[in-house]
């Protein structure tokens, strides 16, 4: 591809961004570097939809800056993410804006403008420091996410690609004169044009520099992924109407409310049902058992409303309409 396609390719770009580009995401319209580096985490493994209705907006309005953010306890941030998942997310989130507040030394803690500074916070790797270079610091780097690598991988004819060289591609791609807008047109090119399954070339700014138009779906060769199964005895601990959970220490879902699991119920359990739940690397099955305690055995124990205030995962949330629904048919 000569430097001249490129720059033709650019200028096409840039108008179909002008045109059809989704510029009225609140993300894109702002220059707050936290409110875009939020928006990059929670986009992350999540849909755009999904973000915009139910997440962005109020985590912002309980924690308006990085301040606010690293000052609130975990449990309070984590109760905001309930339900996005990869918790991971929203305590390296915490433990970043901790981490400048520190740097700051009294003064208003703000994200560093370099990849290379940016790359050292907790949970911001490449593909995020690129995005954050790109969208609040208007650097004139390109953004890699599952759509861009996509378009990539056709331009290219890329049918297994490592990310040396879709990041050497990406770089010789990027506008350098118009970074955000080529960034975002490119994430939106990806999402509602270039699709996994029956892109629409003809409706593609990239159409007349794509290599893999004539066979689109050949590239990138999707890997097939068998996820493998775990099941779990789940023991509810049943007291006076009273759940009992336990916040759990371990890596996985570390710091959540959760409920037990146990490798043998009591023999004075009742099987209630099986809740299952996917996540990327696994799909956990879980087959629960209902105690009634006679006296309190556990720690804590909490109603059904009180469980609504705390951080609780999806599976437990799942659990949780399985015991209602069992309560309510005896
Ligand atoms: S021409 Fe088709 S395959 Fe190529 S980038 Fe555009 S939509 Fe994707």
Request: net charge positive.
């Amino acid at each position: 591809m000569t430097d001249r396609e490129i720059s033709a390719a650019q200028l096409k770009i840039k108008e179909w961004y002008a045109r059809y580009g989704r510029d009225n995401l609140p993300w894109r319209m702002t220059d707050d570097p936290y409110h875009i580096y939020l928006s990059e985490v929670m986009l992350q493994q999540t849909q755009v939809k999904t973000v915009l209705e139910r997440y962005y907006f109020p985590f912002l309005k309980k924690f308006p800056t990085l301040k606010a953010l690293g000052d609130a306890p975990l449990d309070e941030v984590l109760k905001m993410w309930e339900g996005l998942g990869y918790y991971n997310r929203a305590r390296n989130l915490h433990k970043t804006a901790q981490t400048l507040i520190g740097q700051a030394q009294g003064a208003a803690p703000t994200l560093p403008t370099e990849i290379d500074e940016l790359i050292k916070l907790p949970g911001i790797g490449k593909n995020t420091a690129h995005a954050v270079a790109a969208f609040a610091f208007k650097q004139p780097v390109p953004v890699m996410e599952a759509n861009v690598k996509r378009i990539l991988c056709r331009l290219f004819l890329l049918k297994s690609p490592n990310d040396k060289h879709l990041w050497e591609y990406a770089y010789r791609l990027v506008d350098k004169n118009n970074p955000f807008d080529y960034n975002q047109a490119m994430m939106d090119i990806g999402a509602t044009i270039c699709l996994p399954k029956k892109p629409e070339c003809g409706e593609c700014p990239l159409e007349e520099i794509c290599n893999g138009k004539k066979d689109p779906e050949h590239y990138p060769v999707k890997k097939s992924r068998k996820v493998p199964v775990r099941e779990q005895n789940i023991q509810l601990h049943i007291y006076d109407d009273k759940l009992s959970l336990t916040q759990r220490t371990g890596k996985f879902l570390h710091r959540l409310w959760g409920f037990e699991s146990v490798e043998m119920p009591q023999c004075a359990t009742r099987h209630i049902g099986m809740v299952t739940h996917t996540y990327t690397h696994f799909k956990l099955v879980c087959n629960v058992f209902a105690y009634y305690e006679t006296e309190p055995e556990q720690e804590h124990y909490f109603s059904v409303s009180e469980i609504k205030k705390l951080a609780i995962s999806k599976v437990d949330e799942k659990i949780i309409k399985l015991y209602l629904h069992t309560i309510s048919g005896e």
